[in-house]
């Protein structure tokens, strides 16, 4: 059974960083794309990065942010700098099987986390 859990939210101050990791139960090389997505409050969920995870190349909607894997651990990581207040969200760790669609299509996704709250402070 696959599961993906998301762990390294809460809070920080804008300016600052901050590391999330999504756990995965099997090999992340399963998986055409592993990604992360951002829901903010009364918001539609949005794309923010993307690993190819047999290459290793990754895709993002802003430099602030990147996305890593670490196979032997089964672990994808985003790390997010110069944190602002609009990037308060709930962050989701996301997997697909299949490269279509390309890479920040939500629908395409088939696995999904529970999600981490990441507030940012002014």
């Known amino acids: 059974q696959v599961r993906l859990a998301e762990s390294g939210g809460g809070s920080a101050e804008a300016g600052g960083s901050k590391i999330l990791s999504c756990g995965v139960s099997?090999?992340?090389?399963?998986?055409?794309?592993m990604a992360w997505f951002r829901q903010p409050p009364g918001k539609e969920r949005e794309p923010v990065a993307a690993i190819r995870t047999e290459t290793g190349g990754s895709y993002r909607n802003s430099e602030r942010f990147t996305i890593s894997q670490d196979k032997s651990e089964h672990t994808v990581y985003l790390q997010m700098d110069d944190l602002k207040p609009e990037d308060s969200a709930m962050y989701f760790c996301?997997?697909?099987?299949?490269?279509?669609?390309?890479?920040?299509?939500?629908?395409?996704?088939?696995?999904w986390g529970q999600g981490t709250q990441v507030t940012v402070s002014s």
């Open positions: 099997v090999p992340t090389t399963r998986f055409a794309f």
């Open positions: 996301a997997a697909k099987t299949q490269d279509r669609g390309g890479w920040g299509q939500t629908q395409t996704y088939t696995f």
